[in-house]
Nanobody, 115 residues
Framework: QVQLVESGGGLVQPGGSLRLSCAAS????????MGWYRQAPGKERDLVAR???????NYADFVKGRFAISRDNTKNTMYLQMNSLTPEDTAVYYC?????????WGQGTQVTVSS
C-alpha cells in the first residue's frame, strides 16, 4: 500500500504561481504513471499532467506552457509548478499513481485563484 500526500495549495492572485508537492510513502520509482488531476466544483476530475518512470511528461492542453510536472526521486516527491494562474485553475488538485496494479489517490489540496 502507498500513501500520497499533497501540499502547497492555497490562495493566489491571478497571474501568480504555486508549487504543489506530492510525497509518496514508498520509493517513487516503484509507482507507475504518476500524475496530477484536478476537480472544480460541479465538474469531473481531469488529468492535468503526467510523468512516466523515465521522466517523459505530457500535459492537458489547458495548462501547456504554464505548468510543469517534475519528480525528485531522492525525496520520493512529485511536483507541479503552476505559473500564470487564472481563476479557471481554481480546483482541488490530486496526486495519482499506480503501485502494484492498484490506483492510489492523495487527499487533494485546494488551489484558489482570486483577486
Amino acid at each position: 500500500q502507498v500513501q500520497l500526500v499533497e501540499s502547497g495549495g492555497g490562495l493566489v492572485q491571478p497571474g501568480g504561481s504555486l508549487r504543489l508537492s506530492c510525497a509518496a510513502s514508498v520509493n517513487i520509482l516503484a509507482i507507475n504513471a504518476m500524475g496530477w488531476y484536478r476537480q472544480a466544483p460541479g465538474k469531473e476530475r481531469d488529468l492535468v499532467a503526467r510523468i512516466t518512470d523515465g521522466g517523459n511528461t505530457n500535459y492537458a492542453d489547458f495548462v501547456k506552457g504554464r505548468f510543469a510536472i517534475s519528480r525528485d526521486n531522492t525525496k520520493n516527491t512529485m511536483y507541479l509548478q503552476m505559473n500564470s494562474l487564472t481563476p479557471e485553475d481554481t480546483a482541488v488538485y490530486y496526486c495519482n499513481g499506480r503501485y502494484w496494479g492498484r490506483n492510489y489517490w492523495g487527499q487533494g489540496t485546494q488551489v484558489t485563484v482570486s483577486s
